[in-house]
């Protein structure tokens, strides 16, 4: 039977049997490697879970249990219905949800709703409280008739009126806002979630600036803040707002400061070194990236660091620098093969192998060796799990790219149709703008059918 919003999960805890807290995570953590996952689970998630306070697991993890317990359903591993614990529908207006929540207590727990809108922009459109739901809109709809996904980010009374003294439920809410945007965005990308994921950012620091009557929470506000910062800024980033984005990750990184929050402030530097990158400044890419690993020194995750080696490395490679480079990816791949902990921040769900050899190959690709690019290239599109979607459509089109400036336009062709494909279902100006790209680069094989076939269907899309 269901766990109650306020009971432990005894039935989850049955299942764990004699194993530790720890040990059980590292199960977890095993099992979502088998099937394509990548979750960073750890003892805390697991008391979590035990105690009743995550009633429904999210997606990545859903995955994950019932692989490890075939046959059952998430009711028989103590959890709530999804809907009890996420549903609510939206009140009035396409986008009320964003700052309005029913007539409540500051202390009443509070949710956040996905919802969808179609293009027609009359009416209060279509919304959705399961994120399959919304990708199979986004299929059905295509990229021409979706204007907006957003998140309903639901903080405030029907007043609309900040709280003289913010509680753990305000806390909650931004800490889940930010996990709703990632797994948009990890599903769908970028571009029409942007807009309307701001709003719910300016909420939280309203919030911030209201100040929780406990240091608890006010520190949990800081963190999630900064977090929904760092998640709104790669929004911009990933849909070519780049001066946005710059914007939003140095305001995640001055809360970082503020609270002395050295995860926060790695991940902060972490985004900004790969803006950097993506902006032409190599040189200051490098110093963003060695700035997180000095923040993330003290944090005991050898993933995190890697992933920071991995950003200086591109930097390094931007400004032909190829022993440097090689050096950064030599301390790449010994902290990542240190394998993951319990001290490997949530955000970093994405960063597993497949991650790790998309990266590289963009150091090999920035030193001019596409060949071998396209060898890590399509490592990563073969690693990678279907739950990543948008990881999946980018690894895809860098692999086209790399093709194509290979001398192999046929296989580049195949690359890229199958990102059109998956376009179908993904939002990103950033893999567009590669695929224009891989497109321009293949004009002059339009002899080959395959090529013409891509450049033609590139040109109707």
Same mark, same amino acid.
């Given at each position: 039977?269901?766990?109650?919003?306020?009971?432990?999960?005894?039935?989850?805890?049955?299942?764990?049997?004699?194993?530790?807290p720890?040990?059980?995570?590292? *199960?977890v953590?095993?099992?979502?490697?088998?099937i394509?996952?990548?979750?960073?689970?750890?003892?805390?998630?697991?008391?979590?879970?035990?105690?009743?306070?995550?009633?429904?697991?999210?997606?990545?993890?859903?995955?994950?249990f019932?692989?490890?317990?075939?046959?059952?359903?998430?009711?028989?591993?103590?959890?709530?219905?999804?809907?009890?614990v996420?549903?609510?529908?939206?009140?009035?207006g396409?986008?009320?949800?964003?700052?309005?929540?029913?007539h409540?207590?500051?202390?009443?727990?509070?949710?956040?709703?996905?919802?969808l809108?179609?293009?027609?922009?009359?009416?209060?459109?279509?919304?959705?409280?399961?994120?399959?739901?919304?990708?199979?809109?986004?299929?059905?709809?295509?990229?021409?008739?979706?204007?907006?996904?957003t998140?309903?980010?639901?903080?405030?009374?029907?007043?609309?009126?900040?709280?003289?003294r913010?509680?753990?439920?305000?806390?909650?809410?931004?800490?889940?806002?930010?996990?709703?945007i990632?797994?948009?965005?990890?599903?769908h990308?970028?571009?029409?979630?942007?807009?309307?994921?701001?709003?719910?950012?300016?909420?939280?620091?309203? *919030?911030?600036?209201?100040?929780?009557?406990?240091?608890?929470?006010?520190?949990?506000?800081?963190?999630?803040?900064?977090?929904?910062?760092?998640?709104?800024?790669?929004?911009?980033?990933?849909?070519?707002?780049?001066?946005?984005?710059?914007?939003h990750?140095?305001?995640?990184?001055?809360?970082?400061?503020?609270?002395g929050d050295?995860?926060?402030?790695?991940?902060?530097?972490?985004n900004?070194?790969?803006?950097?990158?993506?902006?032409?400044?190599?040189?200051?890419?490098?110093?963003?990236?060695?700035?997180?690993?000095?923040?993330?020194?003290? *944090?005991?995750?050898?993933?995190?660091?890697?992933l *920071?080696?991995?950003?200086?490395?591109?930097?390094?490679?931007?400004?032909?620098?190829?022993?440097?480079?090689?050096e950064?990816?030599?301390?790449?791949?010994?902290?990542?093969?240190?394998?993951?902990?319990g001290?490997?921040?949530?955000w970093?769900?994405?960063?597993?192998?497949?991650?790790?050899?998309?990266?590289?190959?963009?150091?090999?690709?920035?030193l001019g060796?596409?060949?071998?690019?396209?060898r890590?290239?399509?490592?990563?599109?073969?690693?990678?799990?279907?739950?990543?979607?948008?990881?999946?459509a980018?690894y895809?089109?860098?692999?086209?790219?790399?093709?194509a400036?290979?001398?192999?336009?046929?296989?580049?062709?195949?690359?890229?149709?199958?990102?059109?494909?998956?376009?179908?279902?993904i939002?990103?100006?950033?893999?567009?703008s590669?695929?224009a790209?891989?497109?321009?680069?293949?004009?002059?094989?339009?002899?080959?059918?395959?090529?013409?076939?891509?450049?033609?269907?590139?040109?109707a899309?």
């Amino acid at each position: 039977m269901a766990a109650s919003p306020h009971s432990p999960n005894s039935t989850f805890r049955h299942l764990r049997g004699q194993h530790s807290p720890a040990e059980f995570a590292a *199960l977890v953590r095993r099992s979502a490697r088998e099937i394509g996952e990548t979750v960073s689970c750890d003892a805390r998630y697991i008391g979590r879970v035990e105690s009743g306070e995550i009633r429904c697991p999210n997606y990545a993890y859903e995955r994950v249990f019932l692989h490890m317990f075939p046959g059952r359903s998430l009711a028989d591993l103590g959890f709530s219905p999804r809907e009890a614990v996420r549903g609510r529908a939206a009140r009035s207006g396409p986008f009320s949800a964003l700052t309005q929540r029913p007539h409540t207590t500051p202390t009443t727990p509070v949710h956040i709703t996905p919802t969808l809108t179609t293009g027609s922009g009359s009416g209060p459109g279509s919304r959705f409280r399961e994120s399959d739901v919304l990708r199979r809109a986004f299929m059905a709809g295509g990229s021409v008739t979706v204007a907006a996904a957003t998140i309903g980010l639901t903080l405030l009374g029907d007043s609309r009126r900040i709280p003289a003294r913010v509680g753990a439920a305000e806390a909650a809410a931004v800490e889940d806002a930010v996990r709703q945007i990632r797994l948009l965005d990890d599903r769908h990308g970028a571009d029409a979630l942007y807009r309307k994921a701001a709003e719910p950012l300016r909420t939280a620091y309203a *919030l911030l600036d209201a100040g929780a009557a406990r240091q608890s929470t006010q520190d949990r506000l800081h963190a999630g803040a900064g977090e929904l910062a760092v998640s709104v800024g790669w929004l911009a980033h990933d849909s070519g707002r780049l001066d946005d984005a710059r914007s939003h990750y140095a305001e995640a990184l001055a809360t970082a400061r503020v609270s002395g929050d050295a995860g926060l402030e790695a991940h902060a530097f972490s985004n900004m070194a790969f803006l950097a990158l993506d902006g032409g400044r190599s040189r200051e890419a490098v110093r963003a990236a060695q700035a997180g690993r000095r923040a993330a020194r003290s *944090l005991g995750s050898p993933r995190l660091l890697s992933l *920071l080696d991995l950003r200086e490395a591109g930097a390094w490679a931007g400004l032909d620098d190829r022993k440097a480079c090689e050096e950064s990816l030599a301390r790449a791949h010994t902290e990542f093969s240190r394998g993951g902990s319990g001290s490997d921040p949530e955000w970093m769900s994405f960063f597993g192998e497949a991650e790790l050899e998309s990266l590289e190959a963009r150091c090999w690709a920035a030193l001019g060796e596409y060949a071998r690019a396209a060898r890590h290239a399509r490592r990563a599109a073969d690693l990678q799990g279907p739950s990543f979607a948008r990881n999946l459509a980018l690894y895809t089109a860098e692999l086209a790219g790399y093709l194509a400036h290979a001398g192999a336009p046929d296989e580049a062709a195949w690359a890229g149709g199958r990102v059109l494909d998956l376009l179908a279902e993904i939002q990103s100006t950033r893999i567009r703008s590669m695929l224009a790209t891989t497109a321009d680069t293949l004009a002059p094989y339009r002899r080959s059918p395959r090529v013409a076939a891509f450049l033609d269907r590139h040109a109707a899309v």
